[in-house]
């Protein structure tokens, strides 16, 4: 097993995921994918509850092939968690 995996392993055993936004790959140097990951520590196990998902997308939209826009991509995934936790 190598440290990847066992970070993972650890994080599932100490924090529960609440929010994970995956993000496009804006800088061309880096080749990695980000996402942003809002966890709550509760220091064991947690139950599994619903947790938020959301992608953030670049380039022309398929259906209507508009440009995609980060600041509005990012305004769509906040307005969704919002209706997600019920605000």
Not at 39 to 54: E, I, Q, S, T, W
């Amino acid at each position: 097993m190598g440290p990847d995996q066992e970070l993972r392993n650890s994080a599932q055993e100490l924090f529960q995921p609440i929010v994970i936004v995956s993000l496009p790959r804006v800088f061309p140097f880096v080749s990695s994918k980000m996402s942003v990951l809002y966890l709550r520590n509760v220091g064991k196990r947690p139950k599994k509850k619903p947790v938020f998902m959301a992608r953030v997308e670049l380039g022309p939209d398929v259906e209507t092939g508009e440009e995609r826009i980060l600041s509005r991509e990012l305004d769509a995934v906040l307005d969704a968690f919002y209706e997600f936790a019920g605000r």
